[in-house]
Nanobody
Framework: QVQLVESGGGLVQAGGSLRLSCAASGLTFNNYAMAWFRQAPGKEREFVSRISSGGGTIDYADSVKGRFTISRDNAKNTVSLQMNHLKLEDTAVYYC???????????????WGQGTQVTVSS
């Protein structure tokens, strides 16, 4: 059974930082591209960042470019999202997702985590 479990969410002031982690089990982690998505209240889920199975290719949504950093540790089956200079509009539930290729992970992920809440306050 595949499980993706996010952690690290919480309440932070604008301008602060948080680091999200996603622990994967039940799959051959280094075969999967990984991605982070988020969903703000009343809005559709949106793509945040993705990383290829080997970590060599990374993409970000324009809204987080230069502030967020995605990384993965294939030895530990984890993917992380370092979020700096957080803004009020970054408030959302953040989800990690796994897909069999970089081309599909941000459109049709095979697996989703349950999400972790990030709240940025003024």
């Amino acid at each position: 059974q595949v499980q993706l479990v996010e952690s690290g969410g919480g309440l932070v002031q604008a301008g602060g930082s948080l680091r999200l982690s996603c622990a994967a089990s039940g799959l051959t982690f280094n075969n999967y591209a990984m991605a982070w998505f988020r969903q703000a209240p009343g809005k559709e889920r949106e793509f945040v960042s993705r990383i290829s199975s080997g970590g060599g290719t990374i993409d970000y949504a324009d809204s987080v470019k230069g502030r967020f950093t995605i990384s993965r540790d294939n030895a530990k089956n984890t993917v992380s999202l370092q979020m700096n200079h957080l803004k009020l509009e970054d408030t959302a539930v953040y989800y990690c997702a796994a897909g069999l290729s970089l081309l599909v992970v941000n459109r049709f992920p095979a697996y989703w985590g349950q999400g972790t809440q990030v709240t940025v306050s003024s």
